[in-house]
């Protein structure tokens, strides 16, 4: 079989952009708590965002791994719907446009996907790319959330005020994107929110509210949180009364607070690469 037959992508619209941000969130990587898919949920919601490429899924996904799903209706075929892979541009009130590259992460072609990604950017007049992720780490659901960040560049990381370290892990393709796009001049980044390890398989609203605030500090274009806000506060508070439960489950959350209350540092270094690097190993492994 030729995985390499029909085009990347096919283009939908192509309009005149200014100044323009691309943000990519694929499922299927690492993302703790669904945090960056529940973002791009909130993303869109936008009832004015326009369709702008859809990718190839027969040339980048394995169908039998992300099957179509079939709908019935008293034992009548009415629908077949297939994963898409698409690139929207959403409304925003900014001088800026913002194009939302969302979908599954890709099975296959991975350098080939992110040359198209970079070749409709620079199409698009995109001038920074930016990921977005989640992933476990030792902090406590009672501190505001942090971010770490990625950078392709070390002048651009000192730019941000997100947490940084330094480690090696296993790569998805946003990064094979950030790494292409910075090749071909676009600067990037990617926004990781801290999810509470002990939360890693659960909703956690707050990191998704993190992730799209901190997309807004970056980019300087105001996005709707929708409920988020309401759902992190109701989160933390069923939280807070589960824990009081046990006793042992307290002592846990206060060591994490001690922990997190004593990096003082303004940029809130990691106290260990090796500690994120193991605590990311393992929530692969039970992925």
Request: net charge negative; proline share 7%; hydrophobic share 45%.
């Amino acid at each position: 079989m030729n995985l390499n037959s029909g085009p990347m992508y096919d283009l939908h619209d192509v309009p005149l952009l200014g100044d323009t941000v691309l943000v990519v969130s694929l499922a299927g990587w690492v993302d703790a708590a669904q945090s960056s898919a529940e973002a791009t949920k909130q993303l869109l919601r936008d009832p004015d965002k326009r369709l702008m490429a859809r990718f190839n899924t027969d040339r980048l996904l394995d169908q039998r791994a992300r099957r179509p799903i079939l709908k019935l209706v008293d034992g009548v075929t009415q629908s077949l719907t297939w994963p898409a892979l698409e690139m929207q541009l959403l409304s925003t009130e900014a001088d800026r446009s913002v194009l939302l590259l969302h979908g599954p992460e890709p099975d296959h072609e991975w350098k080939s996907f992110a040359q198209s990604v970079v070749e409709l950017a620079q199409q698009f007049n995109v001038s920074l790319v930016v990921g977005l992720g989640a992933f476990p780490a030792a902090v406590p659901h009672t501190r505001p959330t942090r971010l770490s960040c990625t950078a392709s560049t070390p002048a651009l990381a000192e730019r941000l005020s997100f947490v940084t370290s330094t480690l090696e892990v296993p790569a998805g393709a946003q990064a094979v994107i950030e790494v292409a796009a910075a090749a071909a001049g676009i600067p990037a980044v990617g926004i990781w929110a801290q999810v509470p390890h002990y939360l890693a398989a659960m909703s956690f609203p707050p990191a998704s509210e993190a992730l799209l605030e901190g997309l807004s500090d970056l980019t300087e274009v105001a996005f709707s949180l929708g409920s988020l806000p309401e759902k992190s506060l109701a989160a933390r508070s069923r939280l807070d009364e589960l824990i009081t439960q046990n006793p042992e489950h307290v002592t846990m959350l206060e060591t994490l607070e001690q922990a997190y209350d004593d990096l003082h540092d303004d940029r809130g270094q990691l106290p260990s690469g090796d500690e994120l690097a193991a605590e990311l190993e393992r929530f692969l492994r039970d992925q």
